[in-house]
C-alpha cells in the first residue's frame, strides 16, 4: 500500500532543549498509522543549534523520515515548497515546529477525508483559545463564508495532493503568504470538509513569518494585503463574496493594528509610516460600497484612513482603551446531571460604565466615545452607524478550559437581547449597574442599552464533543459576539450563591462549581480527594463571633453519604512568632445539588491570645484529614478586641506595624 500521509514540518533552529519541539516530534513519530502508511518531511532552513545532528539520527532508525538540509533563509516558506515538491503521500498536512498532533490524527483526518472526497481537510485545532465557529460541528461541503473558515488561516489542515500541483499551489516568499495560500485553497477546491469531533493538533507559539506572525513592517503589511486581495480578485467573481472577503481581510489583517496597546505605544514616526500605508491601501483597494461589511466602529476607523485624520485615529484608540465586557453571573443551579449558569453580559466604555447606543425610531445606531464628543461629528451617517441588525444576532459564548492542559470546549448556550430605553432603565439596573455609579442616574434622551441574557449547560458527561470532561479543574470563559468587548470571566457575585457540587454523568463523577483565588468561575471534575473539594469552594467562608470563641464556617460542596472522616482545622499565625491552632471541626451535610454542607470549627479568641486562644494577626487556615493538610482559599483575620474576619482570596493582607507586633509580644512574654 502506497503513502497515505506526507506531514511537512519546516524546522529552524528550534532548540535541543524546548520541550515544544520535543513534543512536536514525538506526536508525529506515534501516530496510529502503520510507519510504511505514512512519511514525515523535517524540512531544516539551515538549523545551527545540532537540530540537523538530531533530526539524522531519527532518519537514521526510522524508514518513514526523511531530512532535507537547506541553507537559511529565515521563513518556512520555501521548507514548505520543497517539503510539498518531494512529498509521496496521496494527503499532505503542513505542521509548525511546535504543534503537537494527538496519536489518531493522521488516520482520523486521512479516513474522513477519503470519505468526503475532500481537497482539503481542516481538523480541528486547540490553541488555548474558545474553539472558532467553523468547529461548531463536521461538515462534508463546508462554505467558506457561512462556516466562518477565513478565521482558520493557518496552513494545519490536511490537503490532497493532487489537488496542490493541479493548482500549483505553493507558498510566496514574502509576507502574508500564509493567508494567501490557504485563501487560495478555500477558494480553489471543490470539498472542503471540517472534521470537528475530535482534537487533532494542539498549535504551539507562531514561528516567525506564519499566521501568527505580529510585527510586519508597515510596507510588508501593505504588499501582503496587496496579495491578499490579488487572490480573492483572481479567485471570485465580482459580487457579494468577493466584498465579505474582502472585507474580512481588510480588518483582521488591516484595521486592527490601528487600536489596541501597540499602536498606542508605538513611536510617532511608526504610526504615521503604518497610517499612510494602511490608506494608501484603502483608497486603492478598499472602495466605500465595501463599509457595509464591517462592524460600525470599524467603519469609524476607514472613514478616518480616507479623510487623512490620524489625530482622530488616535483620539478614538486612546478612548476606546480598556472596552470590555462584563460577565455577570445571576444563576447557578443543578439540573438533570447538568450545571446551568444564567449569565447577562454587555459591553463595558473604558472605565466600567455601559455602553450606550443612539436610537431613532427602532434603529440602533453607535455611539463613539463620550471623550471625543465634537471631534468625530458627521463622521457617520445614520446608515454607516447602524448597528440595529448586529444587536439583533448579538449573542453570547461559554467555553470550558482546562487549567492544565489549554484544551478548550464550547458549550451549549440559549441566548436572549435585553434592551432598555431611558424612561424603561437608569444606570444602575443592568448587568454593569455597580461600576457605572448606581441606581437611579439617567441618561439623554433618545438613548438605549442592550445586553445579552444566555443560559449555558455543563453536561460533563458530553461536554467534550460528546464525551465526557477529563477530570481536573476548568476555568469558565465567556465571550460577546456581534459587539465589540472581546472575552471575559464571571467574577465572583456579591450576593449569595450555592456551591453545592454533585454527581453527574455515567456512572456519578463529582463535579464541584468553585472561584479562584481572584474570584473567578471554575468547575471542578472529579476533585482528587475530599479536603480539596472543600478547598476549592473555601473562598466562601464566613464567621460569627460568640461568647469569646469565633465560628468559622466552610461551605462543604457535597458530603458522602458516610458523613465524611474526622476533620481538624489548622491555624497558622502568618507573622509573629509563627503559632499554630488546631480545633476539631464538624461536617454538617448539605443536600447534593441543591444545597452545601458546611464545615463548623469553634475557634476560642482572646485580646490578647495565647497557647489555647488565637490573638490578634492574621491567620492561615488548612484542612487537615488523617494527618494530611489542605490549604484553604481565605486568610481569617483576628483584631484587637476579639473580632473576627474572613480576608478574601486573592486580597493582599495588610500587615501590622513593627510597633504593633511588639506591644503584641511583650504583652504575651508577660504572661
Known amino acids: ?9 519546516p524546522v529552524s533552529n528550534p ?7 520535543g513534543a512536536a516530534v514525538r506526536s508525529v513519530l506515534e501516530q496510529s498509522l502503520p510507519p510504511d502508511e505514512y512519511e514525515v518531511v523535517f524540512a531544516d532552513d539551515g538549523s545551527t543549534d545540532g537540530t540537523r545532528r538530531r533530526l539524522d539520527a531519527i532518519a537514521g532508525q526510522r524508514g518513514n523520515v526523511r531530512v532535507l538540509h537547506l541553507d537559511h533563509t529565515g521563513s518556512p516558506a520555501r521548507g514548505r515548497n520543497v517539503g510539498l515538491s518531494v512529498a509521496r503521500g496521496e494527503y499532505v498536512f503542513l505542521l509548525g515546529q511546535y504543534d503537537r498532533l494527538e496519536p489518531h490524527a493522521l488516520e482520523r483526518m486521512y479516513d474522513r477525508a477519503v470519505e468526503t472526497d475532500a481537497d482539503v481537510l481542516i481538523g480541528r485545532l486547540a490553541d488555548g483559545g474558545p474553539p472558532p465557529a467553523a468547529f461548531a460541528r463536521d461538515r462534508d461541503r463546508a462554505d467558506v463564508l457561512r462556516d466562518h473558515l477565513l478565521a482558520l488561516p493557518t496552513a494545519h489542515k490536511l490537503f490532497s495532493r493532487e489537488f496542490l500541483e493541479t493548482c500549483q499551489l505553493r507558498f510566496a516568499d514574502r509576507p502574508l503568504s500564509e493567508q494567501a495560500f490557504v485563501t487560495r485553497a478555500y477558494l480553489a477546491a471543490k470539498v472542503v470538509a471540517v472534521l470537528s469531533d475530535e482534537i487533532c493538533c494542539h498549535l504551539g507559539p507562531a514561528a516567525p513569518g506564519t499566521a501568527g506572525e505580529e510585527r510586519l513592517d508597515a510596507e510588508a503589511l501593505f504588499d501582503g494585503l496587496n496579495a491578499v486581495f490579488d487572490v480573492v480578485d483572481a479567485c471570485t467573481e ?16 488591516g484595521l486592527r493594528r490601528l487600536a489596541g496597546p501597540r499602536f498606542l505605544a508605538a513611536e510617532p514616526d511608526e504610526r504615521m509610516v503604518l497610517f499612510s500605508f494602511l490608506r494608501r491601501f484603502t483608497l486603492d483597494r478598499f472602495p466605500p460600497e465595501l463599509d457595509v461589511h464591517l462592524p460600525a466602529h470599524l467603519r469609524a476607523r476607514t472613514a478616518l484612513l480616507r479623510q487623512d485624520r490620524l489625530d482622530a ?5 486612546e478612548a476606546s ?5 462584563s460577565a455577570e453571573l445571576r444563576g447557578l443551579r443543578w439540573d438533570r446531571g447538568a450545571l446551568l449558569l444564567d449569565l447577562s453580559v454587555e459591553v463595558l466604555r473604558p472605565g466600567g460604565s455601559p455602553l450606550w447606543l443612539r436610537q431613532r425610531g427602532d434603529r440602533l445606531l453607535w455611539t463613539p466615545p463620550a471623550a471625543l464628543e465634537g471631534l468625530l461629528d458627521g463622521l457617520l451617517g445614520d446608515e454607516e452607524a447602524d448597528v440595529t441588525e448586529a444587536v439583533r444576532r448579538a449573542r453570547v459564548e461559554v467555553c470550558v478550559r482546562h487549567a492544565e492542559t489549554g484544551v478548550t470546549y464550547a458549550l451549549p448556550v440559549d441566548c436572549s437581547v435585553g434592551q432598555a430605553t431611558v424612561g424603561q432603565a437608569t444606570v444602575g439596573e443592568g448587568p454593569a449597574g455597580q461600576a457605572a455609579g448606581g441606581r437611579g442616574r439617567a441618561v439623554g434622551e433618545g438613548q438605549a442599552r442592550v445586553w445579552v441574557n444566555g443560559q449555558a449547560r455543563l453536561d460533563v458527561g458530553s461536554a467534550a464533543l460528546g464525551r465526557s470532561l477529563p477530570a481536573g479543574l476548568w476555568e469558565i470563559h465567556v465571550r460577546l459576539r456581534g459587539l465589540p468587548g472581546g472575552r471575559a470571566r464571571i467574577v465572583r457575585p456579591t450576593h449569595p450563591m450555592s456551591c453545592a457540587g454533585a454527581l453527574a454523568g455515567e456512572p456519578g463523577r463529582l463535579v464541584v462549581p468553585c472561584w479562584s483565588e481572584r474570584g473567578e468561575l471554575g468547575v471542578c471534575v472529579e476533585p482528587r480527594s475530599f479536603p480539596e473539594s472543600i478547598a476549592l469552594v473555601s473562598s466562601r467562608a464566613t464567621v460569627a463571633r460568640q461568647e469569646g470563641h469565633v465560628f468559622v464556617v466552610v461551605p462543604v460542596p457535597y458530603v458522602p453519604p458516610s458523613g465524611g472522616p474526622p476533620a481538624e482545622l489548622v491555624l497558622r499565625e502568618q507573622d509573629g512568632r509563627g503559632r499554630s491552632m488546631v480545633v476539631p471541626a464538624l461536617v454538617e451535610p448539605g443536600i447534593p445539588g441543591r444545597v452545601a454542607g458546611q464545615l463548623v470549627a469553634r475557634v476560642p479568641v482572646s485580646r490578647l491570645g495565647g497557647d489555647d486562644c488565637l490573638g490578634p494577626g492574621l491567620w492561615r487556615p488548612a484542612l487537615r484529614i488523617g494527618q494530611k493538610d489542605v490549604d484553604l482559599l481565605f486568610g481569617l483575620t483576628i483584631r484587637r478586641g476579639g473580632q473576627a474576619s474572613v ?6 493582607p495588610r500587615a501590622p506595624s513593627p510597633l504593633r507586633r511588639l506591644a503584641v509580644r511583650v504583652l504575651r512574654d508577660r504572661r
Open 1 to 9: 500500500m502506497g503513502v497515505k500521509v506526507s506531514v511537512v514540518m
Open 313 to 317: 485615529l488616535l483620539a478614538l484608540a
Open 647 to 652: 480576608l478574601p482570596a486573592g486580597t493582599p
Open 238 to 253: 465580482p459580487g457579494s463574496q468577493r466584498r465579505r472577503i474582502q472585507a474580512h481581510w481588510y480588518r483582521a489583517l
Open 321 to 325: 482603551r480598556g472596552t470590555g465586557i
Open 15 to 21: 532548540g535541543l532543549s524546548n520541550d515544544d519541539f
